[in-house]
């Protein structure tokens, strides 16, 4: 049994940042890749930041220069530092991991989803 327990949204004013943490937990053997992904009313679900298990990292181009991703391998985290939030940066925020687990099972997870708004 795998779990992502996501933390770190909530209501912030255009300017302000979030950090957003996403820690796996359960029978993992090995994390090939963790990331965020973002979803607003309306939209598709779209990567915002992902990190491979040799250490690549992806952004999406609308955040970069903004947001920065980064991991902790001993606590099987991945935190998103969100600076200049924008308003279009709502939506709700999804962790993301692919990973094996002790029984060597490949698969992918989905934690529950955090939501960052930014309103004035």
């Known amino acids: 049994q795998v779990q992502l327990v996501e933390s770190g949204g909530g209501l912030v004013q255009p300017g302000g940042s979030l950090r957003l943490s996403c820690a796996a937990s359960?029978?993992?053997?090995?994390?090939?890749?963790m990331g965020w992904y973002r979803q607003a009313t309306g939209n598709q679900r779209e990567l915002v930041a992902g990190?491979?298990?040799?250490?690549?990292?992806n952004y999406a181009d609308s955040v970069k220069g903004r947001f920065t991703l980064s991991r902790d391998n001993g606590k099987n985290t991945v935190y998103l530092q969100m600076n200049s939030l924008k308003p279009e940066d709502t939506a709700i925020y999804y962790c993301?991991?692919?990973?094996?687990?002790?029984?060597?099972?490949?698969?992918?997870?989905w934690g529950q989803g955090t939501q960052v708004t930014v309103s004035s």
């Open positions: 993301h991991a692919d990973l094996v687990t002790t029984g060597w099972y490949r698969n992918t997870y």
């Open positions: 359960g029978s993992i053997g090995n994390i090939y890749a």
């Open positions: 990190i491979t298990r040799g250490g690549s990292m």
